[in-house]
């Protein structure tokens, strides 16, 4: 599995991104998704997680409320609505697919990453 990541800028604090992950095969709509990030000096956290099938999502607790994963199996492409962006959010974005179905804050369920975006948010 490929995934490909866009979508990143640099944006104003209180402002709004939406991330992309492109996956390169099928198989896609089996596998767990998420969003993880990490900033410079900085260990990656979990951002946002979504079930194989879009029915369950998990959030980490800076982000809930304002951000929002979603999936489209049919294009096979994962999203992340970024709302009321703050400063502390700067980081790479980094997508990542499951070993399993479901909707794991773990980073060592994910076994492809992608390559990141840059999320920059200025104050």
């Known amino acids: 599995v490929q995934l490909q990541a866009s979508g990143g800028g640099l944006v104003q604090a209180g402002g709004s991104l939406r991330l992309s992950c492109a996956a390169s095969?099928?198989?896609?709509?089996?596998?767990?998704m998420g969003w993880f990030r990490q900033a410079p000096g900085k260990e990656r956290e979990f951002v946002a997680a979504?079930?194989?099938?879009?029915?369950?999502?998990n959030y980490a607790d800076s982000v809930k409320g304002r951000f929002t994963i979603s999936r489209d199996n049919a294009k096979n492409t994962l999203y992340l609505q970024m709302n009321s962006l703050k400063p502390e959010d700067t980081a790479g974005y980094y997508c990542?697919?499951?070993?399993?179905?479901?909707?794991?804050?773990?980073?060592?369920?994910?076994?492809?990453w992608g390559q990141g975006t840059q999320v920059t948010v200025s104050s």
């Open positions: 990542a697919a499951s070993r399993f179905g479901s909707d794991s804050r773990s980073a060592s369920s994910y076994n492809y």
């Open positions: 095969r099928r198989t896609f709509s089996n596998n767990g």
């Open positions: 979504i079930s194989w099938n879009g029915r369950s999502t």
